[in-house]
C-alpha cells in the first residue's frame, strides 16, 4: 500500500511539472529569458528525478526493471539510487548508452519517459510561440 501511494505521489509531481508548460501566463517574454531556462531546468529535473525514483522503488519491492551488464542491479541504495538516476537521465535526453537496460514493466516506464523527453521541448516552444502571438 505505501508503495502504491509513493509512486502516485511521484506520478502527481511528474504530472504538476509538465502541466506548468500549458498554463499560458507562466512563460513570459518574446525571447529565451534566463527565468524560462530555469523553468525548463526545472521541469526536466523533476521528472527525471520523479523517474528515477520510480525505478528504483520499484527495485526495492523487489521488481526488476533494469539490468546493468546483463545483471541485476545489486549493491547499496546509493548505488542503486545513482544508477536508477543516470538511467532516468539518459532516457529522458533520449540518449541510450545501452550499458543499462529496461526489463519487464521498466520497458514501458522507460517509453513513457523518453516520450516524455520529446514533448517537453516542444511543449516550451508551442506554449512560447503560442504567447507571443497572443500579446500581439
Not at 507562466?26 to 526536466?44: D, H, P, Q, T, W
Request: glycine content about 10%; some cysteine.
Amino acid at each position: 500500500m505505501a508503495l502504491l501511494i509513493i509512486l502516485l505521489f511521484i506520478c502527481l509531481c511528474i504530472g504538476m511539472s509538465l502541466r506548468m508548460l500549458f498554463i499560458p501566463h507562466k512563460i513570459k517574454g518574446k525571447r529565451v529569458s534566463f527565468e524560462n531556462f530555469i523553468f525548463l531546468a526545472f521541469v526536466y529535473l523533476t521528472v527525471l528525478i520523479g523517474f528515477g525514483l520510480i525505478y528504483i522503488i520499484l527495485e526495492l519491492y523487489g521488481y526488476v526493471v533494469l539490468i546493468e551488464g546483463g545483471q541485476n542491479m545489486v549493491g547499496s541504495f546509493l548505488n542503486r539510487l545513482e544508477t536508477g538516476l543516470y538511467f532516468s537521465a539518459i532516457t529522458l535526453f533520449s540518449v541510450g548508452y545501452g550499458d543499462i537496460s529496461p526489463i519487464g514493466i521498466g520497458r514501458l516506464i522507460a517509453v513513457l519517459e523518453a516520450l516524455i523527453g520529446y514533448t517537453i521541448p516542444a511543449a516550451f516552444v508551442a506554449r512560447a510561440v503560442f504567447d507571443m502571438e497572443n500579446k500581439h
